[in-house]
């Protein structure tokens, strides 16, 4: 593995604001479960768990757009760069706050913008009610409301998953263990509960790395496994393995 150094790129929204965002290096490997314990090991040795975990792990909902082509997915799995996606979630089953984030990725570099809802706002969007969405100077929502009109973006699916998150200061390293990866098919019942989910495909631990502008060697070398390369799973793709 080598690390590089991270990039800026400028965001206007309007005529007057500006954003700079922080791309990211990231990589993504996917793991078993013995490696999954080995790196668990590992990594509690050298970093610190992230402060919102409880016991060392939370639960994530996501609930993934894209439109009747299959924009997002057909791009994801043709390595289309540079591509985004939009989602919304929330953790360990309480949806305060739910966030509606945009990923964007481009040469194995991401960034993430990122605007919490409300519960009626979340559900606003999933019932298609979307008049108030270009007014909220809240960044990305009234994108995604321009990009549901023009391009057909819709809720699409939830994801499920149990996520280990360690971090490491220098760097500003972030590294996840996620795994349990569960679709909801065509739900859309984002913020019940109990809408019912089944396992996306064979069991499998993701993996992956994401630092600023270099990744220290420690982290480097903790995460070092055998055998393993950097891949492109994505847990959208795998969720929509059902339709």
């Avoid at 604001?17 to 993504?28: D, F, L």
């Avoid at 481009?106 to 606003?124: D, H, I, N, V, Y």
């Avoid at 790395?209 to 390369?229: E, H, Y």
Wanted: net charge positive; glycine share 8%; with cysteine.
């Amino acid at each position: 593995f080598r690390a590089g150094s991270a990039s800026c790129a400028k965001v206007f929204y309007g005529k007057d604001v500006m954003k700079v965002a922080q791309y990211r290096h990231e990589w993504k490997h996917e793991i078993s479960l013995s490696d999954r314990l080995i790196l668990r090991a590992r990594l509690k040795a050298v970093c610190r768990t992230d402060g919102h975990a409880m016991d060392g792990r939370y639960r994530i909902r996501s609930l993934y757009f894209d439109n009747l082509s299959d924009k997002a997915l057909r791009e994801k799995i043709d390595g289309v760069a540079p591509r985004e996606k939009f989602r919304m979630r929330y953790y360990n089953g309480t949806p305060s706050p739910i966030r509606l984030e945009k990923k964007s990725r481009f040469s194995g570099l991401g960034t993430k913008e990122t605007a919490e809802l409300s519960p009626a706002e979340a559900q606003a969007i999933v019932d298609g009610k979307l008049d108030w969405m270009p007014d909220i100077g809240r960044p990305p929502v009234p994108e995604l409301y321009h990009k549901m009109r023009a391009q057909g973006l819709r809720p699409r699916t939830i994801v499920d998953y149990t996520r280990e998150p360690f971090v490491y200061a220098p760097g500003n390293v972030r590294v996840t263990l996620d795994y349990d990866i569960r679709t909801g098919l065509g739900s859309t019942d984002f913020l019940n509960p109990d809408c019912v989910t089944i396992p996306a495909g064979e069991p499998v631990t993701l993996l992956e790395v994401k630092w600023d502008a270099f990744l220290p060697s420690v982290i480097r070398d903790a995460v070092q496994l055998t055998g393993r390369q950097t891949g492109a799973f994505s847990k959208y793709a795998a969720a929509r393995i059902y339709g």
